[in-house]
């Protein structure tokens, strides 16, 4: 299929005219052959089952799942039987019959997603693999009809899809000016943006300003990762500056929220199916291990990424991230990974799309999941309960899981200061008439959880979810300084201390009434999300629970601790919590603070913090060392004063408005 037309000044990268010579693109297409990989084992068995008329039995082309649709099975035989190698004349005839039977059809799925991007990729890697072995037909039919339904426009990943659609069809019809305008537009997205995209804390937005890692912004890594490989060494090539900017997210941020083979299930969001975290995790490594090539210099860096996500792989990588164009907390110490998802007016914190995510109303409202394994969560949120998703607190009563769309929490206040080794987070809880202030510490081995201000105008009682996971060995409780193992299921404490479970304690640091309920627990996939590829079958999974009763009409405060049962880090200390400001003294004397309004805090042996705005303060007072943080994103300056000498503080405007500033 090689063009008469010259092939020069092909494509445009990075917004400078680049000249390709015929070779060059001759190149990139053998390259883009070679990536998509060998047929599949089962690919002869499809030819060996397709009917007369090009279909398969096993098909349903009738489908309407907006999830799953079930007449992309029908693309993704045809694209394993070109892949056959080498070719034969019976898999060159399934692969016309089958695509002579979709062309007289025309399938369309309800959701414009699959019509504009998935079938139009499918066809076109098929395309690609069959090297001239369609009939004329049906090379116009794809060329012509399916892949020009991918429109450039568009915003984030899509507009990367439907500009790599169009680029293959480049490739596949040597149309010089298209090239040009897709490859442009592929390039145009590897930068920092502030709408739809790669945002300037390494985290990734999709449908707004909503953390997508796992979702839109893995397949963003993936994508711009394979055409970054095969474009290299040629004049094509991305930029350094683009190079970096890869490197930067993949290194900073989809590695950060991988643990041990696994990814947080904060940042599958909507994608929570079975083996997800795993199967995310693994294309992450994947990834990360690809940009290598592309990238030799940084290629220690990259290896190293791709081993520590690994299941059992040791952690090297230590300390602190809050993604503060997300809402999102990230905590890595050697032997455990705490994450903290929250939203806010700024942050979209959940989503319900094509049926996935049927009960997460709660993802968002300060989700809080710690790891060791990795895998405490994979696949338990059939059995879960979505009204104790660990970290929240919410009432429990009968109103709908399923997220409202562009779901925020309506307040301002929701931020973190970061110094790359702690964290100090605040959280305005305000839903359903449900008020609570919360602040989140983490600093070493050491999470902490302070709430204040608690009121429900509602009848239900209102918990506060400790944790909620799969049972791995005993449960050891200290209820009023008596230690003893508890048998399996529901029981009330109201002078426990502190809770051992999977090598992590959970410590009451306030009095308070605990539950804890252990046990096999039964449940099903349709109240996660409920497609045609949904497991039928029931789930039952041996589950430990533990939550803080508040009952009905709550009022007052909360706090406790999360840390390895074998921590030798000296307890924390509460200094102040109450609805105007909370703070706690950490590991090595660190001060973490919340102002809720300008105020004052006592915090012992002649130290003294106050602010004159509500902000986030991580300060230690043996160095005089201050990180401060402003929530609202809204201010240009505040003023800290230590010990009554004022520190003024220009606060970060623009994209970096919510970082973190060291205070001198």
């Known amino acids: 299929m090689r063009s008469a037309l010259p092939l020069s000044c092909l494509l445009v990268v990075a917004g400078v005219a680049q000249c390709a010579p015929d070779a060059e693109l001759a190149k990139i297409r053998e390259r883009y052959r070679a990536n998509l990989g060998t047929a599949p084992g089962w690919a002869a068995d499809r030819v060996a089952n397709q009917q007369p008329d090009g279909s398969w039995k096993d098909v349903d082309y009738s489908d309407q799942d907006r999830s799953s649709w079930g007449p992309m099975r029908h693309l993704g035989n045809l694209r394993a039987i070109a892949a056959i190698s080498p070719a034969t004349d019976a898999a060159t005839r399934a692969l016309n019959r089958g695509l002579d039977y979709w062309r007289e059809h025309d399938f369309k799925c309800p959701n414009w997603w699959y019509n504009e991007i998935g079938a139009p990729m499918s066809v076109g890697d098929t395309a690609m693999l069959a090297q001239g072995r369609l009939t004329p037909e049906n090379f116009r039919y794809i060329t012509e009809t399916v892949m020009p339904r991918a429109k450039i426009g568009m915003t984030g990943q899509n507009r990367a899809w439907v500009a790599g659609i169009t680029f293959v069809r480049a490739l596949l019809t040597d149309q010089v000016a298209l090239a040009k305008e897709a490859m442009a537009v592929i390039s145009e997205e590897v930068r920092i943006t502030e709408k739809e995209g790669l945002q300037p804390d390494w985290s990734f937005h999709q449908h707004g300003p909503q953390q997508q890692f796992g979702n839109y912004g893995l397949a963003f890594a993936g994508e711009m990762t394979q055409w970054a490989d095969l474009l290299r060494d040629t004049s094509l090539a991305f930029s350094p500056e683009q190079i970096e900017l890869l490197r930067n997210y993949l290194l900073e941020g989809e590695n950060w929220v991988c643990w041990r083979g696994y990814m947080d299930l904060s940042s599958c969001d909507r994608q929570m199916t079975p083996g997800a975290m795993r199967g995310k995790a693994r294309s992450v490594a994947g990834i990360t291990a690809r940009l290598a090539a592309v990238d030799p210099p940084k290629a220690a860096a990259y290896q190293a990424g791709a081993q520590r996500n690994q299941p059992g792989a040791a952690n090297d990588l230590v300390g602190s991230r809050y993604y503060w164009r997300s809402d999102y907390v990230i905590h890595r110490q050697p032997d455990f990974m705490a994450t903290l ?47 104790r998703v660990p970290g929240v607190t919410c009432p429990q009563g009968t109103r709908s899981l399923r997220p409202d769309p562009g779901k925020r929490l309506p307040t301002d206040y929701v931020g973190a200061a970061c110094d790359g080794r702690a964290t100090v987070a605040m959280l305005d809880l305000s839903r359903d008439g449900l008020s609570v202030r919360k602040l989140f510490a983490f600093a070493g081995d050491q999470v902490v959880c302070l709430g204040a201000g608690l009121s429900y105008a509602g009848a239900e009682p209102v918990t506060t979810s400790l944790l909620q996971q799969r049972l791995r060995g005993p449960l050891r409780l200290n209820d009023n300084g008596a230690e003893r193992e508890l048998a399996a299921g529901e029981q009330t404490f109201d002078r426990a201390r502190w809770l051992d479970h999977d090598g992590i304690r959970l410590s009451l640091l306030e009095p308070g009434k605990l539950v804890v309920r252990s046990g096999p ?24 629970s533990a939550w803080l009763d508040h009952g009905a009409n709550p009022s007052g405060s909360f706090a406790y601790l999360l840390a390895p ?23 090595d ?52 004063t230590v010990d009554g000498k004022a520190r003024p503080v220009t606060l970060p405007s623009g994209l970096m408005a919510g970082s973190s500033v060291v205070v001198p």
């Open 341 to 387: 998802k929250m939203s806010s007016r700024r942050v979209i914190g959940s989503e319900l799309v094509n049926n996935e995510n049927l009960s997460g109303y709660y993802l968002a409202d300060g989700a809080l999941y710690l790891y060791r394994t990795g895998d405490e969560l994979e696949d338990v949120v059939p059995v879960w309960d979505w009204r």
């Open 589 to 640: 004397g660190l001060v973490a603070a919340v102002f809720w309004s300008a105020g004052r805090i006592d915090l012992g042996d002649g130290h003294t913090l106050a602010a004159d705005l509500p902000c986030t303060v991580l300060y230690q007072p043996a160095s005089g060392a201050a990180t401060v943080a402003e929530p609202t994103q809204k201010f240009k300056a505040l003023t800290l």
């Open 521 to 544: 627990v039964t449940g099903h996939w349709r109240n996660v999300y409920n497609t045609a590829g949904t497991p039928k079958a029931d789930v039952t999974l041996p589950i430990c």
């Open 565 to 587: 049962s074998v921590s030798t880090t000296k307890a924390p200390t509460i200094i102040t919590n109450t609805a105007l400001s909370q703070a706690v003294r950490l590991a």
